[in-house]
């Protein structure tokens, strides 16, 4: 089993002007570590262990990334399609243990040594306040990827044989640390963080506050079929909150890549994915502007913005050269969260009937616009406005045969007399596209949640059955190590807290909305 201490002394990866999926301890640390000799004085030891945390949120490690959030999240959550002739792949739900197992043995420990470094170092309580955010951040990822993870009972010396925590035990915890933490902050809200230390803000402590609440608002929202009214009372007391949720685009969550933004490494310099027939087919079928901001121009004079679908044969891989890839320079920031989502999170809560402080459909219409202001790009009222244009349907102009009709024929405008479910439909679909270049992981949770957008299955489902024919991946299996180095644990949280077995069909605690598959 890994220990923290393995974190620390992983060997250098491939070059990155060459595509890579290797092995663990092929990884390369995380560029935001301390080095030894920056640990030797106290200030460094609070600088690198908190910027070691928050390289793990959108992890800042090239592989690290690409196997975490592009190859899992965004696959899965219908933004990018690998083009490459790979004989396993998440998307196709046959993933080597490798793919399946990062998340789980590389950020676990990573993120638990700087947090435990940065605990028994300082008793600054801005500091202390913002490693607990990001350690919810964290392990609200990594339940959402794998559901049960070993979290409150992980040994001293970080080592991963210890027992699970169940997800819902792990979404109480971290809503009660954001909660906590907001509140010791706002009583500090004129004092800073170390700017050396906070890639995100800077050390504005006002926008962690609000970081806080707004992260608290999405966890209560993905509670809502799981826990309706907790998530109700969490999402209501993050909202009336002093501070408040993001509110303006000043308020997004993103930081500056210490080499290269690593969309543009994996999608661009690499060129292992291609923009999804997903997310292109819905945006051109609503004509929306934003693509030119999203997507580069195809390679087929018949259509300017054209995907590739996800989960395609190995054999048949070559056809996505010729799709539109992401739109990203090697400078852009690379997103955590922003305001759009926070309205949109708000319009559901309203269309729930929680108290959100307006309407379900005065949210949904921001969180477009802020969307469009974020993306530099006009005509956000147009759009808003359109109540005629639906996704398109996917057409394979690679010839390959994987043309198929999109499900999902919601409009844009806003009818407020239609029943609740399209309401949903539409408000999921616009944050949907509003997150484009966030994680990915969110993008594949709020599917799972709701069912939207209605995305297409997987070209080919190599699952062995596991996963029905036209279903969807609801989780990753744990690392096979697991089964050898920590079965007692293993086995009880597979019988105890997932209560299903271990593989991608297995639903997650909060993935009980009866009108998924």
């Not at 923290?4 to 570590?33: D, M, R, W």
């Not at 004085?41 to 908190?50: E, F, K, M, S, T």
């Amino acid at each position: 089993m890994k220990t923290v201490h393995n974190i620390f002394c992983l060997a250098a990866a491939c070059a990155v002007s060459v595509s890579c999926i290797g092995k663990y301890e092929q990884i390369n640390t995380n560029p935001y570590e301390a080095t030894e000799k920056q640990i030797a004085a106290d200030d460094y030891v609070i600088q690198g262990a908190l910027k070691t945390m928050l390289g793990y949120v959108v992890p800042v490690q090239e592989h690290q990334f690409q196997f975490m959030d592009v190859l899992c999240g965004s696959t899965l959550g219908g933004y990018l399609a690998e083009q490459k002739g790979w004989d396993t792949k998440i998307s196709t739900y046959n993933p080597n243990d490798e793919w399946s197992a990062s998340a789980f043995e590389n950020v676990i420990p990573g993120v638990f040594g700087a947090y435990i470094q940065l605990r028994n170092s300082t008793s600054d309580e801005v500091a202390l306040a913002v490693a607990e955010i990001v350690h919810a951040s964290v392990f609200a990822q990594l339940t959402d990827i794998y559901g049960p993870v070993p979290c409150s009972m992980i040994g001293a010396d970080g080592s991963l044989v210890a027992p699970y925590d169940s997800q819902e035990d792990i979404y109480r915890s971290c809503l009660k640390k954001l909660a906590e933490s907001a509140d010791i902050l706002a009583q500090r809200s004129s004092s800073s963080l170390n700017s050396n230390a906070d890639i995100v803000f800077h050390g504005d402590v006002k926008k962690w506050i609000k970081y806080a609440n707004t992260l608290r608002l999405r966890l209560a929202v993905r509670m809502a079929y799981a826990d309706p009214e907790t998530a109700r009372s969490e999402a209501e007391a993050a909202v009336s909150h002093p501070f408040g949720t993001m509110t303006d685009n000043s308020d997004n969550a993103t930081f500056t890549h210490p080499t290269q933004n690593l969309y543009y490494l994996t999608c661009i310099q690499w060129g292992d994915y291609r923009a999804s027939a997903d997310i292109v087919s819905y945006m051109n079928g609503y004509g929306d502007p934003r693509r030119s901001a999203y997507f580069t121009v195809s390679g087929y004079s018949s259509k300017p913005y054209a995907g590739w679908r996800r989960g395609t044969r190995m054999a048949d891989s070559n056809g996505g050269n010729q799709c539109s890839n992401v739109m990203v320079k090697m400078s852009d920031e690379m997103l955590w969260m922003n305001a759009a989502e926070a309205m949109f999170l708000k319009a559901e809560g309203a269309l729930r009937g929680w108290s959100m402080g307006g309407s379900a459909q005065s949210f949904y219409e921001e969180g477009i616009r802020l969307s469009f202001a974020q993306w530099n790009v006009q005509g956000a009222d147009a759009y808003i406005a359109d109540n005629a244009s639906v996704p398109e349907d996917y057409t394979d102009l690679s010839g390959k045969g994987y043309d198929s009709s999109l499900k999902g024929k919601v409009t844009v405008a806003w009818d407020e007399s239609a029943d609740f479910e399209k309401k949903l439909e539409r408000i999921i679909t616009q944050k949907w596209i509003a997150n484009w270049r966030a994680t990915g992981v969110e993008a594949w949770a709020e599917f799972r949640r709701t069912g939207y957008p209605q995305l297409l299955a997987a070209g080919a489902n190599l699952s062995g059955g596991v996963i029905a024919e036209d279903g969807f991946a609801r989780r990753l299996k744990y690392p096979v190590n697991e089964l050898t180095g920590n079965a007692e644990n293993y086995n009880a949280a597979l019988s105890d807290l997932l209560k299903g077995a271990d593989n991608m069909a297995t639903r997650v605690w909060w993935d009980c909305n009866p009108r998924t598959k």
